[in-house]
Nanobody
Framework: QVQLVESGGDSVQPGGSLRLSCANS????????MAWFRQAPGGEREGVAS???????RYADSVNGRFAISKENNKNPLYLQMNNLSPEDTGIYFC??????????????????WGQGTQVTVSS
């Protein structure tokens, strides 16, 4: 069983940066997809970035060039470096784990393990 725990959420001003972490304290897999999603108040869960064990990455258009997803290997945490944050980036950020794909999806139904989320608030 994969067990995911996110951390690193905080309140920051527009233009600021944050780094989110997602640790897996359960079963690790050699081949996988992992992703970050976010959900704004009253909104749907939105895919932000994904990565597989071969380091193929995908980004949502809204964060491309500002966010970077990384993971060194199947044991180390998943990270999301977020730069030049704007109020539109506010929400609860979730990490997710799913089966391997050549380019990992940003659709929530492709993932079967989820963390509890960490709050990111961008406000002046």
């Amino acid at each position: 069983q994969v067990q995911l725990v996110e951390s690193g959420g905080d309140s920051v001003q527009p233009g600021g940066s944050l780094r989110l972490s997602c640790a897996n304290s359960g079963t690790t897999y050699r081949n996988y997809c992992m992703a970050w999603f976010r959900q704004a108040p009253g909104g749907e869960r939105e895919g932000v970035a994904s990565i597989n064990n071969k380091y193929a990455r995908r980004y949502a258009d809204s964060v491309n060039g500002r966010f970077a997803i990384s993971k060194e290997n199947n044991k180390n945490p998943l990270y999301l470096q977020m730069n030049n944050l704007s109020p539109e980036d506010t929400g609860i950020y979730f990490c997710a784990h799913g089966p391997y794909d050549r380019i990992c999806s940003l659709e929530p139904d492709q993932y079967n393990y989820w963390g509890q989320g960490t709050q990111v608030t961008v406000s002046s």
